[in-house]
C-alpha cells in the first residue's frame, strides 16, 4: 500500500479517507470529529515490524510510542501487529493494561515517574523501565525487592546529538530534563550505580534524539555516538549492553515545506540505522543488540485528519480574512504551540480551486487560539466541512477542556466502515468530578 491513498477526492468532489466520504462521516457523527485510517497505521507499523525481520533476524521490536495517540484500540492494533509499546505515564500505561496489552511489551518512560505510577508499572510486571534519575533507580530497586523479583531496566542517555527537523547538530549539551548525559560522565556512573543493586537487571540504553526530524545521518550519528559509549562501558565495567533502544522521531508531511515520505523512505531509515549498528558492532566487538524504536507521529500522524464545520467567516478588507470552525486549540493545540503549519481543505468541496488566503479560526476565547494561518482555501462559506490534515499525532492526545469545550469523538475507518474508537463528551462529563462544598450551597 502506498500511503497517499488514503485521502482522495471522490466523483462527488468529497474529500474520501480510507475509503470513508468524510461529509458523510460529518454527517453521521458530528464535527469536530477525528478520523484515523486503519491501514495507514497498520501500514507503517508493518514496515517497522518487516524491517527488523528482514534486516536484523527479527532480532528487535518496534514499539508504538503511544503518547502520540493513546486509547485502547491503538493498544489492540500495535498488539495484533506484533509490535510493542512505550508509555510515559500511569494513564497510558493503565490504558493499555485494560486493553489487555501484554505487559512484558510495555516499556517505560518518563523524567520523573511518580512512586505511585512505579508500583502500578510493577504491580502489573512490566517489561522494562527506562531509568531516568538515580532517584527512580532507588524506588524500582525496593519495589522490586519487595516483590521478590528482578526488574529489567534501560538507562536513557544523552548521546550529544540534537536534531531539528532537517538539521543536526553535534553537541555535548547537558542541559536537558532527561536522561544522563555521556560528555560529562553521568550515563557512566549511573550504569556503575543500577549494576550495583540487587534487584535491577540493566539491559542497555535508550536515547531519542528529537522529533519531526527527517536527516537520516542524525539517527545514524546518534547509534554510532550510543555505540562508542557502549564499547567504552564495556571497556570501563565489563558490562556488556544486550538492548539498544534508538526511540522515535521520523518526520511526517504537513504541509509543502516537507518531504512527502512513502513507506519505503521509512524503511530507509531504518536500514541505514541497522547497518551502522552492525558496522559499529563489528568495529568495536561486541554482540549485536537486540533493537528497540519508538515511532510515533509517523505511525499516526498522516493517518488522522480532523473534521470540522465552518461559522463565522470574518472578512477584514485588506487585513485578513478569519474563517471559524466549531473546535480550536482544545483539540489542536500545536499551532498555539508551536506554530506548527497544517495543510487545510473544504472537505466538501474538495475538488474546486482555491482562490484566497484565510486564517483558520478556533472556537476559544483567545486571540492565539488559530489552527492555521494565511492558508489557500476555495471561499468558505458557513456549513462547509473542513478538513485539516495531518492530525493523528500529538492532537487528541494534547487535546483538553479548554473554556469547557469538549474533546471531539474519534472514528477507526478501514475501507468505507467507520467505528468510534473514542466517544463524544458530553456536558455532564465535564462537571462529573466537579464538587460544591456544603457552604457554598
Ligand atoms: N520516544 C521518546 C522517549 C520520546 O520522547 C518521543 C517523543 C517518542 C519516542 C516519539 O517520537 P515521534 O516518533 O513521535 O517523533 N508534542 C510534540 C511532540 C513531542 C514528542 C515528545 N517525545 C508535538 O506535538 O510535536
Known amino acids: 500500500m502506498n500511503e497517499r491513498e488514503t485521502l482522495k477526492i471522490n466523483d462527488k468532489g468529497h474529500l474520501e479517507i480510507g475509503g470513508a466520504d468524510t461529509v458523510e462521516l ?13 491501514k495507514y497505521i497498520r501500514g507503517m507499523m508493518r514496515v517497522y515490524k518487516h524491517t527488523i525481520d528482514s534486516d536484523y ?3 528487535g521490536m518496534a514499539l508504538y510510542a503511544s503518547k502520540a495517540f493513546s486509547c485502547m484500540a491503538m493498544y489492540k492494533i500495535a498488539q495484533s501487529e506484533g509490535l510493542g509499546v512505550d508509555v510515559v505515564s500511569g494513564g497510558e500505561l493503565y490504558t493499555a493494561i485494560k486493553a489487555g496489552f501484554p505487559a512484558k511489551n510495555i516499556f517505560m518512560h518518563g523524567n520523573n515517574k511518580l512512586l505511585n505510577e512505579l508500583t502500578y508499572a510493577l504491580d502489573n510486571n512490566i517489561g522494562t523501565i527506562v531509568v531516568d534519575s538515580y532517584r527512580e533507580a532507588d524506588i524500582i530497586d525496593r519495589l522490586a525487592a519487595d516483590r521478590g523479583i528482578t526488574q529489567n531496566v534501560l538507562i536513557r542517555i544523552n548521546p550529544g546529538v540534537e536534531a531539528h527537523t532537517h538539521a543536526f547538530i553535534q553537541t555535548a549539551r547537558t542541559d536537558s530534563k532527561f536522561g544522563f548525559s555521556v560528555s560529562d560522565g553521568t550515563a557512566e556512573s549511573i550504569t556503575a550505580y543500577i549494576l550495583s ?38 571497556q570501563a565495567t565489563g558490562f556488556e549492553a544486550d538492548m539498544l533502544n534508538i526511540g522515535g522521531g521520523f518526520g511526517v508531511w504537513y504541509n509543502d515545506e516537507d518531504p512527502k515520505l512513502k513507506f519505503s523512505d521509512y ?24 533493537l528497540l524504536l519508538e515511532p510515533g507521529r509517523s505511525i499516526v500522524g498522516e493517518a488522522g485528519i480532523t473534521l470540522y464545520t465552518v461559522g463565522a467567516v470574518k472578512d477584514i478588507p485588506g487585513i485578513r480574512k478569519y474563517v471559524a470552525i466549531d473546535g480550536g486549540m482544545f483539540d ?25 488566503r484565510v486564517t483558520v479560526a478556533g ?15 476555495p471561499e468558505a462559506e458557513s456549513g462547509d466541512i473542513m478538513a485539516v490534515l495531518t492530525t493523528g499525532a500529538y492532537n487528541y492526545s494534547m487535546a483538553s477542556n479548554y473554556n469547557r469545550n469538549l474533546v471531539p469523538p474519534a472514528v477507526l475507518v478501514n475501507d468505507g466502515r ?7 463528551q458530553t456536558y455532564e462529563d465535564l462537571v462529573r468530578s466537579d464538587i460544591v462544598p456544603e457552604r457554598l450551597k
Open 418 to 424: 467507520a467505528d468510534l474508537i473514542i466517544k463524544p
Open 197 to 234: 543493586k540487587k534487584s535491577l537487571k540493566l539491559r542497555g540504553y535508550h536515547c531519542h534524539i528529537g522529533s519531526q526530524i527527517f536527516e537520516k545521518q542524525s539517527f545514524v550519528l546518534a547509534v554510532d555516538k550510543v555505540m562508542d559509549f557502549m564499547a567504552n562501558i564495556k
Open 332 to 356: 489542536n493545540p500545536r499551532y498555539a504551540l508551536y506554530q506548527s503549519k497544517y495543510t487545510v481543505l473544504l472537505a466538501n468541496r474538495a475538488a474546486e480551486k482555491c482562490t484566497e
Open 57 to 59: 533476524d527479527g532480532n
Open 267 to 290: 524503511a530507509g531509515y531504518l536500514k541505514a540505522l541497522i547497518a551502522e549498528i552492525k558496522k559499529k558492532s563489528s568495529l568495536h566487538g561486541l554482540k549485536l543488540p537486540y
Open 363 to 377: 472556537k476559544c476565547c483567545e486571540s492565539g487560539d488559530l489552527i492555521a494561518v494565511d492558508v489557500p482555501l
Open 26 to 38: 460529518a454527517g453521521k457523527f458530528g464535527t469536530p470529529l477525528y478520523v484515523f485510517d486503519e
